[in-house]
């Protein structure tokens, strides 16, 4: 599945949870679309100020290895809400009711046993780096705060999987509901016609 799924919302605790944790992760995905605005000007003022008057910018590839930790992890949360990471849906679109509900919960609790675990080891990564004070090779960056960005990018995604344990666990007690603040998966017809509307400017 990549962008091919619905959320529901409605007044539940659970949807309320997720709408609010859902309004940090697209503020913390703006920070890294930002992040690379920043690196798109910085890259042209490279490269005109070495053309142009043979000055580019010092500790360039320095300041990407930062961003870089930056755009790639502070997304992830949010593209978990929306379904945008790619899995194969091919059992999964065969199941119906509390089977498919069980399903998806065993896989989210198995993906939050595994998101633990890298905060750990991202954390205690950071905190060598931090305590160590390590530096960037060419302008003496410290590297600390970009390693930090990974254990709690991870954060927020454990978060969510927490979330969707949560929907997940009132979908299986009531299997004919569709359940709230989880991606659902959607059949090609309902795929076809989003993106024709997406073409279309979003009108109906």
Same mark, same amino acid.
């Given at each position: ?22 309004? *940090? ?131 927020? *995604? ?47």
């Amino acid at each position: 599945m990549s962008g091919s799924a619905t959320v529901l919302e409605d007044s539940s605790a659970v949807s309320k949870a997720d709408q609010w944790l859902f309004k *940090l992760e697209s503020l913390f995905t703006l920070f890294g679309g930002i992040t690379i605005l920043f690196l798109v000007g910085l890259a042209v003022t490279n490269i005109l100020g070495r053309w142009l008057f043979n000055l580019p910018v010092t500790g360039y590839i320095d300041w990407v290895e930062q961003c870089m930790a930056i755009f790639a992890f502070v997304g992830i949360a949010y593209c978990q809400r929306e379904g945008g990471h790619i899995r194969m849906d091919i059992l999964l679109s065969a199941m119906k009711g509390r089977k498919l509900w069980i399903s998806e919960w065993v896989s989210v609790f198995f993906m939050l046993l595994i998101t633990l675990v890298l905060i750990y080891g991202s954390y205690l990564h950071f905190y060598r780096a931090f305590t160590n004070g390590d530096s960037s090779m060419d302008i003496g960056l410290p590297i600390w705060p970009a390693k930090l960005i990974v254990p709690v990018a991870l954060s927020f *995604l454990a978060l969510r999987l927490v979330f969707q344990l949560w929907a997940y666990s009132i979908a299986i007690l009531h299997p004919n509901k569709a359940p709230v603040a989880v991606p659902l998966i959607e059949d090609a017809a309902t795929q076809a016609a989003r993106e024709a509307q997406s073409l279309d400017g979003g009108v109906s």
